[in-house]
């Protein structure tokens, strides 16, 4: 898709205001300048913008600002780098008012979020209610009228801003389960925007979507949307079978008739799967590096160079199944099935969402157990479990990849995982085991991973022995396998597929 941008004087603008700025007026150094009634033709938006503020001693920080971990960003950076659109989301800093600016050649549009939103909106109903009611309710979630208040707000700030910047008939694109409301605010404002959504975590079956109070709003709001995608097709099916059961829409081949107040249909929704990828490009041009290869014979090196290095990397979070891959790996070291001497698991658990306390109890829960496993099983020189709460730049995750024999990846319920598609794509021998919790969307392609339920924990144990002693050549067979899968299927073919659909829909919609 071709996108275009034309940038727009503001006389009433003078020069500190109407460029990139900081709470207290200072220009972003290094940034350049983007007008704030710049127009778009392409525009992508997310709870967050993929920078966040960093000083400058900050590994990975440039001109004060750094592209922000995480596999939103990965997924979309490389498209909005190639297209000339702009990029609406909070910028990270709480009570910070920043003006659009640009960095890493791609046009942002901050939205502001206060210390209030962050608890209500973000905390409370984006992450202590929809989380975990989207993942099966692993844990509780909680309901509460104040958090929906704000994120009602903050979805229309959000909403705001985009109709501020889109150029007529622009297409946008909606991202995730903070912004839900948002395709209806839009529709409702600029009926000539094509509106996408794409929900990157699951979607719940009725029987638990039932639960939420404003169950009618969010499907309301999501059908704003010209097409709605989803990670695998049963997550679409759960919102269709959501839309007729509790909006009583009539649904057809995933398309919705949506009806206006009046009862007559406004606009057709579609409700499709694009599972989500990865930049294959990025990952085996970085596990080709001779550093990395070398830093990656390092860190075995480092570890006293075991026989088989176990790899876990996951943010902290309770939908990852870290305390169940815990459990299975401390019973495998009681049973004498693996040694310190012979195998070392490297948990990466990057912090994430620390001020939850579903997120502060599983912290404390996590590290107690890796201390009291290192505890009982370590030796002076070696080490059961090395647990890094750290984020790590990409580079260092490849070397990690192509270190570890054995991927763990235990999700409990995760809408795709792309640790998992990462640690396949960095296998270019086509050596390694990857462990691959059935309950994960990636376990929909990548079928020649050992799948497994991580609530079995025998089968769990019995799955990560069967990695440690795969043979090489059935693991070069499950490996070569799914290295084609994800090889055919990148970040790229899944955003022109998505937006050539919307594209698709909304010229026949309108014929
Ligand atoms: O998986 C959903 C997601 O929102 C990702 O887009 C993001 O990388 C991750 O969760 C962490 O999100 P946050 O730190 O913004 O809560």
């Known amino acids: 898709m071709q996108a275009t941008k034309h940038a727009e004087s503001d006389p009433e603008s003078n020069g500190a205001d109407a460029h990139g700025t900081d709470a207290h007026g ?8 983007t007008a704030s009634d710049a127009q778009y ?3 992508v938006v997310s709870n967050r913008l993929p920078v966040d503020r960093c000083s400058p001693d900050e590994p990975g920080c440039e001109d004060g600002w750094r592209r922000s971990p995480g596999g939103l960003v990965t997924a979309l950076a490389p498209m909005m780098t190639k297209t000339d659109g702009a990029w609406v989301g909070w910028h990270g800093a ?27 909106f973000y905390e409370g109903f984006s992450n202590s209610t929809l989380w975990p009611l989207y993942h099966d309710v692993i844990a509780p979630p909680e309901f509460h009228r104040t958090w929906w208040d704000s994120y009602r707000k903050v979805n229309r700030r959000f909403a705001d801003a985009v109709i501020h910047h889109a ?3 622009a297409t946008v694109w909606v991202q995730d389960y903070q912004l839900q409301l948002v395709p209806k605010m839009l529709r409702e404002a600029r009926p000539d925007l094509k509106i996408g959504f794409f929900n990157h975590i699951p979607f719940p079956p009725p029987e638990i979507f039932a639960q939420l109070p404003w169950r009618r709003a969010i499907i309301d709001g999501l059908l704003g949307a010209d097409l709605v995608g989803f990670q695998r097709p049963s997550d679409a099916g759960n919102f269709m079978r959501s839309a007729r059961r509790f909006l009583g829409a009539s649904v057809k081949q995933q398309q919705i008739h949506v009806k206006g107040a ?14 989500i990828s990865i930049d294959v490009k990025q990952i085996s041009e970085l596990a080709r590096n001779p550093e990395i290869v070398e830093r990656s014979r390092q860190i075995r090196r480092d570890l006293g160079s075991p026989k088989t290095i176990l790899l876990g ?3 902290l979070d309770y939908t990852k199944g870290i305390r169940h891959r815990l459990k299975a790996y401390e019973e495998l070291l009681a049973d004498g099935k693996v040694s310190v001497e012979d195998a070392t698991l490297i948990q990466v658990a990057s912090p994430s969402r620390e001020r939850v306390e579903h997120y502060r109890l599983l912290r404390e829960e996590v590290e107690g157990t890796v201390g009291h496993i290192n505890g009982t099983y370590d030796t002076m020189q070696n080490t059961a479990v ?21 991927m763990l990846v235990t999700a409990l319920r995760d809408g795709m995982n792309l640790v998992a598609k990462e640690y396949v794509t960095a296998r270019t021998n086509n050596d390694g085991a990857l462990v691959l919790s059935e309950f994960a969307g990636a376990a929909d392609q990548l079928k020649q991973a050992l799948l497994m339920n991580p609530h079995d924990i025998d089968g769990l144990k019995d799955t990560i022995m069967k990695a440690v002693n795969m043979q090489p050549a059935e693991a070069a067979r499950r490996m070569r396998s799914m290295r084609k899968q994800i090889l055919d299927h990148d970040v790229d073919l899944w955003s022109s597929d998505f937006l050539s659909t919307l594209e698709e829909k909304v010229i026949r919609d309108d014929s």
């Open 41 to 43: 033709d392409f525009m």
């Open 26 to 33: 200072t220009s972003a150094p290094g940034t350049s300048d």
């Open 313 to 315: 990397v996951d943010r």
């Open 167 to 169: 150029n007529p008939g």
């Open 386 to 406: 090395r647990y890094l709460h750290h984020s790590y730049p990409i580079e260092e995750m490849v070397a990690l990849y192509l270190a570890a024999d054995v």
């Open 262 to 275: 009046d009862g007559k249909t406004t606009h057709i929704a579609r409700a499709q799967a694009f599972p």
């Open 94 to 120: 709480p009570d910070e008012h920043v003006q659009p600016f640009s960095h890493g050649g791609i046009d942002l549009v901050p939205v502001q979020l206060s210390t209030h939103d962050i608890e209500f």
